[in-house]
């Protein structure tokens, strides 16, 4: 059983930078994939971005490439998404997820793989 929990959300202005955190209850996050979803209010969730068990495979979807990076500590059980340069178009509620199943061999977008999920944190960007 993994329990992930997001946190960093806030409310700030276009331009402005935030840092989410995701933090993992399992001694085995060494292991396993961690992805980036978020979901705007009347949209599906959608792909942000995931990282690989080592921190060196990244994956970003296009709309954040450039601005969004992810990044893990495995020391502290915690995976970072780095957001930088936030429009509105980015408010949403921000889920990490880990692909368990994976075992450390993928690292994409695909809802399906994600086997964990947090409760989420709320991001929103206006002047």
């Known amino acids: 059983q993994v329990q992930l929990v997001e946190s960093g959300g806030g409310l700030v202005q276009p331009g402005e930078s935030l840092t989410l955190s995701c933090t993992a209850s399992a001694r085995t996050f060494i292991s396993y994939a961690v992805g980036w979803f978020r979901q705007a209010p009347g949209k599906e969730r959608e792909f942000v971005a995931a990282v690989g068990f080592t921190g060196s495979n990244t994956y970003l979807e296009d709309s954040v490439r450039g601005r969004f990076a992810i990044s893990r500590d495995n020391a502290k059980n915690t995976v970072y998404l780095q957001m930088s340069d936030l429009k509105p178009d980015d408010t949403a509620v921000y889920y990490c997820?880990?692909?368990?199943?994976?075992?450390?061999?993928?690292?994409?977008?695909?809802?399906?793989?994600?086997?964990?999920w947090g409760q989420g944190t709320q991001v929103t960007v206006s002047s």
């Open positions: 997820a880990a692909d368990v199943s994976g075992q450390g061999v993928r690292v994409g977008p695909l809802e399906k793989w994600y086997d964990y």
